[in-house]
C-alpha cells in the first residue's frame, strides 16, 4: 500500500477527494467543516478504478489499479469488522494508528460499498 505524505499528513487510504499536499486538505472551513477536504469517497474510489482499467497495458497503472481494489477491499473490511458501518466517506488517514475504523460520514450509505464493489468487478464477477 502506497502513502503519501506531506509535512505533517499521513494520507493512508488511497485516493483523498483533494490532494494531502493542498493547504486547506482536512482543515475546518465553510459550511461544511472537512466534509469535502480531504476524505476518501467510494464514488470517486470508482472512477478512478475505471479510468486506470483503460491502461491496463502498462504494468504500472495496472499495479496501481491492483494496489487500489487491495486498499480498498482493506479499508472497507477494516471498518465493517470493527463496527459493521459501509460508510458515505472513509478518513485518509489511520486512526489512532491502526484502521480506517471510523466513518466520517453517515454509518451506512449506499455507496461506501463501492471500494469493495471494485474487487468484483476485478474479479470478473460484473
Do not use: K
Request: charged share 15%.
Amino acid at each position: 500500500t502506497t502513502t503519501t505524505t506531506n509535512s505533517s499528513v499521513e494520507c493512508f487510504w488511497g485516493v483523498p477527494s483533494i490532494s494531502a499536499d493542498d493547504p486547506s486538505y482536512l482543515v475546518p472551513g465553510g459550511t461544511s467543516g472537512i466534509y469535502w477536504r480531504g476524505e476518501t469517497w467510494s464514488p470517486q474510489v470508482f472512477l478512478v478504478y475505471m479510468a486506470l482499467r483503460r491502461y491496463d497495458g502498462d504494468d504500472s497503472v495496472r499495479n496501481a489499479r491492483l494496489g487500489l481494489v487491495e486498499q480498498q477491499h482493506d479499508l472497507l473490511l477494516s471498518v465493517w469488522n470493527t463496527s459493521h458501518h459501509v460508510c458515505e466517506n472513509y478518513p485518509s488517514q489511520r486512526q489512532n494508528n491502526g484502521p480506517g475504523n471510523a466513518c466520517t460520514g453517515n454509518h451506512f450509505y449506499t455507496w461506501g460499498g463501492l471500494s469493495g464493489f471494485i474487487g468484483l468487478v476485478e474479479a470478473g464477477l460484473f
